[in-house]
């Protein structure tokens, strides 16, 4: 009986646990991790450390980032370590938690569900998350949260103006540090240290097109003869006729960005390549996707895909599974956004690809400073804001770039005459192993006019290449340059929920699945009537109500700025 | 009833902790069905969302969500259709082997890939279909033909996902009947055998009658699925190529409500399906007793 009653007792208890432990895992786990680390680090008198205004106690923090392709480093608070440093100098430690994919699809349930384990640090892409993040009330307004727990902090003078006033147009407040900063006042405080980078910025561009120079060679081609519509897809059929192969395996004649290719990748390069922009002849806005020229670029796909020149698999891959196929070696020719696979020495960019039609390529710029790539928060829930209050004023500060990007003076750096920072060898391998170092991993905090300003112009032949790729589609002679501000929007645009959000993700998923279709049509006859039905559904899906209400944003922003823009090919 | 429930006091102790799990985690969490009449907004609370009726359910006036509707069912009424006798089929045809070893070995390696998680599944079947080096496809050109965009192909798509939801889940389905062939009495094949009855007439006569109750429970328990068809195994799988036939009632919620934010309308979708599998499970399990007398209740 007794031995029926413990065994009763026991099973039930089991399952309790089994349910209980089942139950307490998921978004809680790293925190429960850090608040049983940070009390074995807060009962540590050794984790205690000078900074300007009073010890901080060492805290582990979490940063939660939804670029999935973000490599977090391994943190390591070794004395003489980047890491180390950072938190020598804030007292941060930080764990990372970085979903492979469907970032912003996490970040959205953590924002329901965690209540006070929210993460610590947030960083984003999307613009709607930003947005949402803003009026949600869980992330600190950092003029606020730097005045409250770093009142000292440069960040409060010292960030430039005319960036701030754009987040705060837009967000409606300064509630994150974007990356990869760029703007008039900030190159007030870091001018460039030479005109090479304002070249460079003035006709760098990540989206284009590049091909193996030795894969040329081997067919008996040029770059010039890749310099038209017609040139480029002969060039292509002549590689695949002669069955060229690298190690063994047949060479690739045209690779795009993957399962990215509609987002920022090669349908947006060849869409600017072959003149669409989002403005008509007349000034009014008209979507992209309605332009004639988008037409052609997804013609152009297709008849890749029909010539067999592009694998329809390519249409599937994630950025790691085009990254490897890049660097395969057996690419003949890469289109898309250049920045997003390891730029190789070996490959040349011819620049604009001519339309056949005569149309004339478009380069987009900015006038006025962006928004930032990765926008950066710090949650209100966060249990140790002093410490990211020092953490971000650092982080943004000379010192805490330097040793972020640049590393140790005199290791991985040293400072010619001409006050420059040139990294030695050392450098070079630390870069490399930037996951266990941390160097030029932090692109969070990535200061474009900064980097532009310590950087000597290079003079070694791959950074020379791949600058020279780069500017390429820029530099073509026939390239008509596009101011494309005018076409920023307030944030409430497109506030979650609005009748105006709905229409542009219905179009959204409609066009991702029709354009793949387009681009998979067998023959001319079935990609034409594809994009009837593509045009007749965008109109269904209001399209024109939501080029209208753009078309009036377009008007109010032309005047605020005092300039007018009009479209260059139709 | 005081001292009934007295009698079987360990017998209740017992599923006592499964009882109060059920209820916190599926009964209390119900609270959160009323975010499908209200608009939430993240950072607000549940309670002081305003309500808004039905709202959030204009999906219903959206022609994807009735192609999503369509997708669901083609692939959850083909789910059924072979995935729902084949495990009972597998099950008789173990119970006729009679080598000792040789059926724990067919039923070892029958249920083995219902432990493999879908991702992996996923990209087995990517690794093998690809286009570019899969060895389906090299095969097909060795024997002379074109290569096949399985992973792509809008024709490929559905019976990708039937023939590889049979792979992973007939072995583990079939143990159940196998369990249940084990409780019908040795006798009545004795009998059968002596009234000189061969395998095919047993199995009709005897096994098939004797597991009909297990059947119907798994019948009935069954239909409600036919609104789920299991986002683990579509989401891997789909890709802008073969959405149109891809995009089922999960992914939809997921791309229109999730990924956005709109959890209001995922909401009210999610209460939709569940509503639908009820009314299903209801009727199916009024039928099953109106025609041989075995219900789940």
Redesign the interface.
Same mark, same amino acid.
């Given at each position: 009986m007794k031995l029926k009653v413990l065994a009763i007792l026991t099973l039930a208890l089991t399952v309790v646990l089994s349910g209980c432990a089942g139950n307490n895992a998921g978004s809680g786990s790293s925190a429960e991790q850090n608040e049983e680390s940070a009390s074995n680090s807060n009962a540590s008198d050794a984790a205690n450390q000078e900074t300007e205004d009073k010890p901080l106690k060492q805290v582990d923090v979490t940063w939660f980032t939804s670029i999935g392709f973000w490599p977090p480093p391994e943190w390591d608070t070794t004395t003489g370590t980047i890491m180390g440093n950072i938190t020598e100098r804030t007292g941060v430690k930080f764990s990372f938690d970085v979903p492979p994919q469907d970032g912003d699809t996490k970040l959205n349930l953590l924002m329901v569900s965690s209540g006070n384990k929210f993460p610590d640090v947030i960083t984003t892409v999307d613009q709607d998350m930003a947005t949402k993040l803003a009026q949600s009330g869980k992330v600190w307004n950092l003029d606020e949260f730097l005045k409250e727990y770093d009142p000292q902090s440069r960040l409060l003078t010292d960030f430039p103006a005319d960036l701030k006033e754009h987040i705060v147009q837009r967000f409606g407040g300064w509630y994150y540090i974007p990356s990869h900063m760029a703007s008039a006042d900030l190159k007030e405080m870091y001018p460039p240290s030479s005109s090479y980078f304002a070249d460079s910025g003035k006709y760098g561009k990540n989206q284009g097109v590049m091909v193996k120079t030795k894969l040329l060679e081997q067919a008996g081609l040029t770059l010039d003869d890749l310099k038209t519509e017609s040139g480029f897809l002969k060039a292509l059929q002549k590689v695949k006729d002669m069955k060229l192969t690298v190690d063994g395996q047949p060479v690739v004649p045209l690779q795009i960005d993957g399962k990215d290719y509609q987002a920022g990748g090669a349908l947006m390069f060849l869409q600017h390549n072959f003149g669409a922009i989002e403005v008509d002849k007349d000034g009014n806005y008209r979507n992209i996707l309605l332009a004639p020229e988008t037409k052609h670029a997804i013609q152009f796909l297709n008849e890749a895909y029909r010539g067999g020149y592009l694998d329809p698999g390519q249409l599937m891959m994630d950025n790691n599974g085009a990254k490897s196929l890049y660097s395969s070696g057996r690419i003949f020719s890469f289109m898309g956004n250049m920045a997003n696979v390891p730029y190789n020495a070996d490959y040349a960019s011819p620049g604009a690809i001519l339309s056949d039609d005569g149309a004339k390529p478009i380069f987009t710029y900015a006038s006025l400073p962006g928004a930032g790539w990765m926008k950066t928060f710090i949650s209100k829930s966060t249990k140790h804001p002093e410490q990211l209050a020092k953490w971000v004023s650092y982080m943004t500060s000379r010192e805490g770039l330097m040793n972020a990007f640049y590393g140790f003076k005199d290791v991985d750096y040293t400072i010619n005459d001409q006050g420059l920072a040139v990294r030695t060898e050392q450098g070079k391998i630390t870069k490399e192993n930037y996951k266990k170092t941390g160097l030029e991993n932090f692109w969070q905090f990535s200061n474009l006019d900064f980097n532009n300003h310590m950087n000597p112009a290079p003079t070694d032949e791959e950074a020379l290449n791949r600058s020279a790729t780069f500017a390429a589609y820029g530099k073509t002679p026939d390239v008509v340059r596009f101011d494309i501000s005018p076409l920023t929007l307030p944030g409430d645009f497109y506030a979650p929920g609005s009748e105006n959000v709905k229409i542009r993700d219905q179009i959204k998923q409609f066009a991702e699945v029709h354009i793949s279709r387009m681009v998979l049509a067998k023959d001319q006859a079935a990609f034409d009537k594809l994009y009837d039905e593509f045009i007749a559904q965008l109109k269904k899906l209001d399209i024109d109500k939501l080029d209208a209400a753009l078309n009036e944003q377009l008007k109010k922003k032309q005047q605020e700025m005092g300039v007018t823009v009009k479209g260059v090919n139709s | 009833m005081v001292a009934k429930m007295y009698k079987y006091r360990?017998q209740y $102790? $017992?599923i006592?902790? #499964?009882v109060? $799990?059920l209820f916190l985690?599926s009964y209390i969490p119900m609270a959160g069905i009323q975010i499908a009449f209200k608009?939430f #907004?993240?950072?607000s609370s549940i309670w002081e969302s305003n309500w808004v009726g039905l709202e959030n359910f204009t999906f219903v006036h959206?022609p994807?969500f009735w192609k999503v509707v369509q997708n669901t069912l083609y692939i959850s009424v083909l789910k059924f259709v072979f995935g729902f006798p084949m495990p009972i089929l597998l099950a008789l045809m173990i119970n006729e082997v009679t080598h000792p070893a040789y059926k724990r070995f067919v039923q070892s390696v029958s249920y083995l890939p219902h432990f493999f998680s879908w991702i992996v599944v996923a990209y087995i079947l990517q690794s093998f279909l690809?286009?570019?080096g899969g060895f389906v496809n090299d095969l097909i050109v060795r024997m002379g033909g074109e290569p096949i965009?399985f $992973?792509?192909s809008t024709e490929w798509f559905r019976p990708m996902i039937i023939s590889s939801g049979l792979w992973k889940e007939v072995g583990w389905n079939s143990i159940l009947y196998l369990a249940a062939i084990s409780t019908i009495d040795p006798q009545l094949y004795e009998a059968a055998k002596v009234e000189g009855a061969g395998k095919f007439a047993q199995i009709r006569h005897i096994t098939l009658p004797g597991i009909m109750p297990t059947i119907s429970i798994v019948l009935i328990l069954s239909i409600p699925g036919l609104i789920s068809v299991g986002m683990d195994q579509i989401y891997p799988m789909m890709?802008? #190529?073969n959405?149109?036939v891809a995009d089922v009632l999960d992914t939809y919620v997921?791309?229109?409500g999730?990924?956005?934010?709109?959890?209001g309308p995922a909401t009210a979708v999610g209460l939709l399906s569940s509503v639908i599998g009820l009314i299903l499970v209801m009727t199916t399990n009024s039928l099953s007793k109106k025609m041989n007398g075995e219900g789940l209740w």
């Open positions: - | 360990w $102790l $017992l006592l902790p #499964a109060v $799990l985690f608009d #907004a993240i950072g959206d994807q690809t286009l570019d965009f $992973l792509g890709n802008p #190529a959405q149109e997921l791309r229109n999730l990924q956005q934010g709109y959890f």
